[in-house]
């Protein structure tokens, strides 16, 4: 496609659902990031697959987040069991080549839990 | 300490005038530096990137580095009400991971 595409765009679950989060990237793109955006505040980088190999986990705050990319283009972001916390901006990036260089955003899911 | 570190403003700055942002960054091996402006209930967009000591113009917008005092600015000459955004200073460090300030938010005031 044109440009990276999340969805859903909004996103409301009670507190203790699950969810998923797709993010399809700029195709041929490497590198894919998923960020999270509080309010007021920069995006934090959660983690980052480079292909179908996830490279770097360190910013999942938790165990009930996990990411994957099984072939190495659409990712998927599950929060397990989500908690009012985990309101926020959900933010997938791509990059053309490995790490992080210009990278491309797509519009980001907004998450609220109630 | 975060890694970024931005004044979080608001910045105003009347139309017409240069505005000033400033960033600062602690892990002395980056090489990377970006800024983004991201219009409110929008994405990050890139507006420039700069990797050596100096200046870099591009149009209205000039990024400057100093490595050595692990400083990063972002001029934006004639400023115009559609330059009203939060502006985002990044910097990839020794991980290879894109690290963000909290964001400076610009008002061009007519």
């Known amino acids: 496609g044109a440009g990276v595409s999340q969805s859903p765009r909004y996103k409301v679950a009670k507190r203790g659902q699950d969810v998923a989060l797709r993010c399809d990237p700029i195709?041929?793109?490497?590198?894919l990031f998923w960020y999270q955006q509080a309010l007021g505040q920069g995006p934090e980088f959660l983690t980052y697959?480079?292909?179908?190999?996830?490279?770097?986990k360190s910013g999942l705050p938790s165990d009930r987040f996990f990411a994957e990319r099984p072939e190495g283009s659409v990712s998927t972001l599950k929060i397990q069991r989500t908690q009012q916390e985990d309101s926020a901006v959900y933010l997938c990036?791509?990059?053309?080549?490995?790490?992080?260089?210009?990278?491309?955003f797509g519009s980001g899911t907004q998450l609220s839990v109630l | 300490q975060k890694e970024v570190e931005q004044n979080s403003g608001p910045l105003s700055v009347p139309e017409g005038a240069i505005a000033s942002l400033n960033c600062t960054y602690s892990?002395?091996?980056?090489?990377?530096f970006f800024w983004y402006r991201q219009y409110s209930g929008k994405s990050p967009e890139l507006i420039m990137s700069?990797?050596?000591?100096g200046d870099k113009e591009d149009g209205r917008f000039t990024a400057q580095l100093n490595k050595a005092s692990q400083y990063v600015s972002l001029l934006i000459r004639d400023s115009q009400p559609s330059d009203s955004a939060t502006y985002l200073c990044?910097?990839?460090?020794?991980?290879?991971?894109?690290?963000f300030g909290a964001g400076t938010q610009v008002v061009v005031t007519p």
């Open positions: 990036a791509s990059s053309l080549g490995g790490e992080a260089q210009q990278l491309f």
């Open positions: 195709s041929g793109h490497v590198s």
């Open positions: 697959f480079q292909n179908e190999a996830q490279l770097d």
């Open positions: 892990d002395r091996v980056s090489q990377s």
């Open positions: 700069i990797y050596s000591n």
């Open positions: 990044a910097v990839v460090d020794s991980w290879g991971k894109l690290q």
